[in-house]
């Protein structure tokens, strides 16, 4: 009689199992991101949704994209690289600022719809990693705060509606108010307007007009030594928007990619994507502009086009 060589059913075994384990993981880690992608467009929706409440209860005027200084009349004008400028979330999470301060952090748009979502959950899309900005920029003492945190930020309202009447939107169906323009990131206790408008006091009014001053402004994503941000493929190449008439959908970005350069084609389709071009990697800088604002965020600008 033959004897039975144990070893040999085990190697077996175990040879079965890792090549499950090979076509199974890819499956599960693909059900997991889109979990998370489902949970990131709920989120568009519902602060699409807080916008329209906030204007329901404020005169249909959309929220500040940045906070006015009262010390100095200007406007805080959120430049990515200056982070004394970017909107604190909770307003009063940081306590080396003055009480005076904290009052006017309340007037960020993402602490002025927060009562209408009434949770700092739905302000973070679980996609994307953390990118800690409050260790490069603020005090150790802001760590120190023993009842407020910092909360995670993953998207940025269109700051061409910074103060604007949204009786002025020409088509609410497709000019989006909130969005994932800082690209597949998580900030730590900031949030940003993308695109802005460049107003540099409170002497004229910061408002849009059409071809007209304030110019706006816009961000890419492609990480510099200022600004190490997330691509814009965020999910399965494409990124959530939510629009001023409430739903939110996925996008394609980056249908058009370039190996000659960020700004070079061949060319997108400006009335979906609002960057130029992409690179092979995910990242775009140039965005879609008719020589004052960033074309796709324009409030009377007709899509039908």
Request: hydrophobic share 35%; net charge positive; aromatic share 14%.
């Amino acid at each position: 009689m033959q004897a039975i060589n144990p070893s040999k059913y085990y190697g077996s075994r175990i040879a079965i199992i890792a090549i499950l384990a090979a076509i199974l993981f890819p499956v599960f880690a693909a059900a997991r991101e889109k979990a998370k992608q489902t949970t990131c467009l709920n989120n568009s929706k519902q602060l699409a949704t807080a916008f329209q409440l906030y204007l329901s209860d404020q005169d249909q005027k959309f929220p500040m994209a940045w906070m006015i200084e009262s010390g100095t009349n200007r406007w805080r004008i959120g430049l990515p690289r200056n982070v004394e400028d970017l909107g604190p979330t909770p307003y009063n999470w940081r306590p080396s600022q003055t009480a005076a301060r904290h009052g006017e952090n309340q007037t960020h748009w993402a602490n002025s719809i927060f009562p209408y979502v009434n949770s700092w959950g739905i302000y973070g899309c679980p996609s994307g990693p953390e990118r800690d900005r409050i260790a490069e920029g603020c005090p150790g003492t802001d760590y120190q705060s023993p009842n407020v945190r910092p909360q995670n930020n993953s998207y940025t309202f269109n700051g061409h509606l910074h103060t604007f009447n949204d009786s002025g939107i020409v088509d609410p169906s497709n000019l989006p108010v909130i969005w994932e323009g800082q690209g597949k990131i998580k900030i730590v206790g900031f949030a940003m307007a993308n695109p802005f408008l460049r107003c540099t006091t409170t002497a004229a009014p910061c408002i849009y007009r059409y071809l007209s001053n304030p110019q706006g402004s816009m961000f890419g994503t492609r990480p510099t030594n200022a600004w190490p941000a997330g691509e814009q493929w965020v999910h399965n190449k494409g990124m959530h928007f939510g629009f001023a008439d409430t739903h939110a959908k996925w996008r394609r970005m980056g249908a058009q990619v370039t190996t000659g350069g960020p700004c070079s084609g061949p060319h997108t389709d400006w009335r979906v994507d609002p960057f130029t071009s992409y690179l092979g990697d995910g990242y775009a800088q140039c965005f879609w502009w008719d020589g004052f604002h960033a074309w796709l965020f324009r409030p009377p600008y007709d899509f039908a086009d």
